[in-house]
């Protein structure tokens, strides 16, 4: 359960959020805040089965428990955030709230996302190193990665791409900067 929520369906979230943006009706947004809770759900469940199965003492003495444990916290308090995210006005400059959350959001969901993966490679090793679970997970991993890649260098040679830049910065004014993430209204 935990690598089928960090390894597969949460990266799908993130990166559906990212380059998906130019489908109608704020696709990308419906699809992320749908995937990314359930997600986080199915990886609680599989936490308390592993608790369960393990007694807690897993959770004490080894590094996947203990990092396992803070991802969990951290992506808790990531679904909280983002429930009470701050709204914005359509075609209006973020508030400084609204910036801080997103920076906020974003970062500490790309470190979740890269944890959840390393977590779940420790995972296969602490279960007596099952092979095709490394193996499998690292084509997934591989496949997302290309993905990134490739749908990053499509959105940098488009002219009118929705894509958030990997390094976002704002700007005051609308027309000295990137400035298509502000377009949405979520």
């Known amino acids: 359960l935990m690598f089928l929520s960090w390894g597969v369906f949460l990266p799908f979230g993130v990166l559906f959020a990212r380059f998906a ?23 609680f469940v599989a936490l308390i089965i592993a608790f369960v199965m393990v007694d807690g ?3 004490k003495t080894v590094w996947h428990g ?3 444990i ?30 801080a959350f997103e920076y906020f959001h974003w ?4 470190v979740l996302v890269l944890a959840g993966i390393v977590n779940c490679f420790s995972g296969m090793d602490v279960i007596g190193g099952w092979l ?10 591989g496949l997302y990665v ?3 890649v490739l749908l990053q260098i499509k959105a940098t040679m488009e002219k009118d791409s929705k894509v958030v830049p990997f390094f976002k910065i704002y700007r005051k004014n609308q027309n000295d900067a990137i400035y298509s993430y502000s377009k949405w209204n979520y």
């Open 66 to 68: 203990q990092l396992g």
């Open 107 to 110: 970062w500490v969901g790309r």
């Open 70 to 99: 803070s991802i969990m916290i951290l992506g808790l308090i990531q679904v909280i955030v983002a429930f009470f995210r701050p709204h914005k006005e359509p075609n209006t400059p973020p508030t400084p709230v609204r910036e």
């Open 146 to 148: 290309v993905a990134f």
């Open 21 to 43: 943006r130019h489908l109608p009706d704020a696709l990308w947004f419906h699809v992320h805040k749908f995937v990314q809770p359930i997600s986080y759900l199915v990886s």
């Open 57 to 59: 003492a897993h959770f």
């Open 132 to 141: 095709i679970g490394f193996v499998v997970l690292g084509i997934v991993v």
